[in-house]
């Protein structure tokens, strides 16, 4: 298997149309992008389901609440991790297509991220965040001072991955590549998962835990997260690719 940690299998497969947050866990057509909500009455043979949609307005509000981490996370810091200083920077529109569109393009990643193809389809991926409700928000990885990652950090409990497991308000979910092959197989992938991972849990108190959905056909992926003290949470099917549940609960952060 081509990538050899986790740099490209925690990347989003197939889009839903009016999904601003990652591809991975977007909805297929004929779902609500929050669920379902089935209500049973007194007859044991029916079910009447009502789909839940919450107003733009109301995801916005609350995708940068006070509590929440994403409206402020240009104000993050650097910090120290054993293989130097990191930062994460919000992608500029104007300057960053082409470095994202070259890394889209490598096939370890196109492999698992699927946006390899002309420019115009990395800006649209790009800008479906920027333009989009705030619940997701692209990044590069900026260490001592390089640009060698994206990064995608994004609201999980407002994600329909919340659908799969028992999402906790101000659960934050990330996605992450390693640009160059060069960076690839050397701890990179779990010395700055767990760096970011910890870096959320300690921007936003309110956060319970960080989340991933790696390809199960991306072991390394997989190894990096437990590497990164991320505990295998289950396996769950989204468009696209039967996906190991990852998380790093607040809890168990000093254990794992």
Not at 13 to 18: R, T, Y
Not at 75 to 97: A, C, E, H, M, Y
Not at 144 to 155: A, L, Q
Not at 203 to 209: E, Q, Y
Request: charged share 20%; aromatic share 6%; proline share 9%.
């Amino acid at each position: 298997m081509p990538p050899t940690d986790a740099s490209a299998g925690t990347g989003p497969a197939s889009a839903h149309p009016d999904s601003a947050g990652p591809r991975a866990d977007a909805a297929g057509p004929g779902n609500s992008r929050f669920g379902r909500l089935t209500v049973n009455d007194d007859d044991p043979d029916s079910e009447d389901t009502l789909d839940l949609c919450l107003p733009a307005q109301f995801i916005a509000l609350y995708a940068g609440a006070p509590g929440g981490l994403l409206s402020r996370l240009a104000t993050w810091g650097p910090v120290t991790t054993p293989v130097g200083s990191f930062r994460l920077v919000p992608v500029r529109i104007d300057q960053d297509i082409p470095l994202v569109h070259r890394w889209m393009n490598d096939p370890a990643v196109a492999e698992f991220w699927e946006l390899a193809g002309p420019r115009n389809r990395t800006q649209e991926h790009l800008l479906a965040q920027l333009h989009g409700d705030g619940r997701s928000v692209p990044c590069l990885g900026v260490l001592d001072g390089t640009p060698m990652s994206y990064w995608e950090i994004y609201r999980a409990d407002l994600d329909p991955l919340a659908r799969h497991y028992p999402a906790r308000p101000y659960d934050t979910g990330i996605h992450l590549l390693i640009g160059d092959a060069a960076g690839r197989g050397r701890g990179l992938g779990s010395a700055l998962l767990r760096a970011v991972a910890d870096l959320i849990l300690d921007r936003c108190p309110t956060c319970a835990g960080v989340v991933s959905e790696p390809d199960l056909r991306n072991t390394p992926s997989v190894a990096a997260f437990l590497s990164a003290g991320f505990r295998y949470a289950a396996e769950v099917d989204l468009p696209g690719k039967r996906a190991a549940l990852m998380i790093r609960d607040r809890v168990l952060r000093d254990v794992l």
